[in-house]
């Protein structure tokens, strides 16, 4: 008599291979940093006053922010008044058509915020605007 022999195969681990799913992972994560749009603001908190006339801000615009405590920040550094016509023409060497808008802080001193516009007047700006959170 001959014996029959069924063999059995050793069961093997499953292998889940989840280089594609990284793959996913990595390629959504670059969408959604390209696809987003991030304001750059002044670098310091400034309480803007609202106003129902308010539009948006051109991307190209130089930043001039003023603090309630009345410190001027231009695109993120603090400059001291007495350089900030200086800067602003040299800003506007390289481009001048360039906008500038003054963030100002609701509780800071109009006397701070005319001598900003009057500094961007010397150094050639040709179109400031006063920046306001719409309603």
């Known amino acids: 008599m001959e014996t029959l022999e069924i063999t059995r195969k ?9 280089a594609p799913l990284m793959d996913m992972v990595f390629i959504l994560l670059i969408f959604f940093i390209v696809t987003s749009t991030f304001t750059r603001e002044t670098g310091v908190e400034v309480e803007k006053p609202k106003a129902k006339t ?12 003023i603090t309630r405590e009345g410190t001027i ?7 001291e008044y007495a350089a900030l016509k200086d800067i602003l023409k040299q800003m506007l060497l390289r481009n001048p058509s360039r906008e500038v808008v003054i ?9 701070r915020l005319v001598n900003v516009m009057d500094a961007c ?4 700006v040709k179109k400031i605007s006063v920046a306001a959170m719409t309603n």
């Open 10 to 18: 050793k069961r093997q681990g499953v292998n889940v291979d989840i």
């Open 54 to 65: 308010a539009t948006e801000l051109n991307k190209k615009s130089v930043l001039i922010a």
């Open 73 to 79: 920040h231009v695109n993120e550094r603090q400059v």
């Open 103 to 111: 963030i100002s802080d609701k509780n800071s001193l109009t006397g």
């Open 121 to 124: 007047n010397l150094a050639g």
